[in-house]
């Protein structure tokens, strides 16, 4: 009967209430486990043969970057142009022209006897681009006989120059006065515009005193 009795006990009653009265202190089951890591020292053994040598240190100049050109906008006041040395064509087909910088016969009635830029014909429709990174200065779709003209000022090899771009579409201006364009940012679309006589871009530019130059052959000696 006792060894019955006991049985019950010990099957009757959870585990803890069995082991409740020990006296020994044991771990809690909850308690965390406390992972202590003991990282072995590494060692480096150098040969006797071996000749420390001592590492050069480049030297370096800082040169300060180039400052901007102040130039006046209107109605935006004086602005500052960064110098810029990224370059491209106005047209992605820029080898077709129908008219170059310098003298010629009108091509029609109060068109001028001297060419003041270069007339590219990709196209109608084709858009133009600007040919440096730069500030633009005008942006009208009352041109007079420029029709759509944009003209745009940058500041290339510290000298400021303006590059011109006419008789784009009506509608088709990307950019307002006093934008911030990059090279290669559509300003508008081929067209007919103003004093025209079929869609093309007229390119004309001009620096400080602002004398034209062949845009051609100055985009070409860049770009090739």
């Given at each position: 009967?006792t060894?019955?009795?006991?049985?019950?006990?010990?099957?009757?009653?959870?585990?803890?209430?069995?082991?409740?009265?020990?006296t020994?202190?044991?771990?809690?089951?909850?308690?965390?486990?406390?992972?202590?890591?003991?990282?072995?020292?590494q060692?480096l053994e150098?040969?006797?043969?071996?000749?420390?040598?001592d590492?050069?240190?480049?030297?370096?100049?800082?040169?300060?970057?180039?400052?901007?050109i102040?130039?006046?906008?209107?109605?935006?006041?004086?602005?500052?142009?960064?110098?810029t040395?990224?370059?491209?064509?106005?047209?992605?087909?820029?080898?077709?022209?129908?008219?170059?910088?310098?003298p010629?016969?009108?091509?029609?009635?109060?068109?001028?006897?001297?060419?003041?830029?270069?007339?590219?014909?990709?196209g109608?429709?084709?858009?133009?681009?600007?040919?440096?990174?730069?500030?633009?200065?005008?942006?009208?779709?009352?041109?007079?006989?420029?029709?759509v003209?944009?003209?745009?000022?940058?500041?290339?090899?510290?000298?400021?120059?303006t590059?011109?771009?006419?008789?784009?579409q009506?509608?088709?201006?990307?950019?307002?006065?006093?934008?911030?364009?990059?090279?290669?940012?559509?300003?508008?679309?081929?067209?007919?515009t103003?004093?025209?006589?079929?869609?093309?871009?007229?390119?004309?530019?001009?620096?400080s005193?602002?004398?034209?130059?062949?845009?051609?052959?100055?985009?070409?000696?860049?770009?090739?």
């Open positions: 009967m060894f019955a009795g006991g049985m019950m006990v010990a099957t009757s009653l959870p585990a803890l209430a069995v082991t409740a009265t020990s020994e202190p044991t771990a809690s089951v909850y308690a965390p486990v406390v992972d202590v890591l003991a990282p072995k020292v060692e150098v040969g006797d043969g071996v000749i420390a040598a590492v050069a240190v480049d030297e370096f100049t800082a040169v300060a970057a180039p400052p901007p102040a130039s006046s906008v209107a109605g935006f006041g004086t602005v500052e142009i960064q110098r040395d990224a370059i491209v064509w106005p047209v992605t087909n820029p080898g077709r022209i129908s008219d170059g910088f310098g010629r016969s009108a091509p029609c009635a109060g068109c001028s006897t001297f060419h003041k830029g270069v007339d590219f014909i990709p109608v429709g084709t858009p133009v681009m600007s040919i440096a990174d730069g500030v633009v200065v005008t942006a009208t779709e009352n041109g007079g006989g420029l029709g003209n944009v003209e745009v000022q940058h500041n290339i090899d510290g000298e400021l120059l590059s011109s771009y006419s008789h784009m009506f509608g088709s201006l990307e950019v307002a006065t006093g934008d911030r364009v990059t090279a290669g940012q559509q300003l508008g679309k081929i067209g007919s103003g004093q025209s006589t079929g869609p093309h871009l007229h390119l004309e530019m001009y620096g005193d602002g004398a034209r130059f062949d845009g051609m052959a100055w985009l070409s000696a860049r770009l090739g």
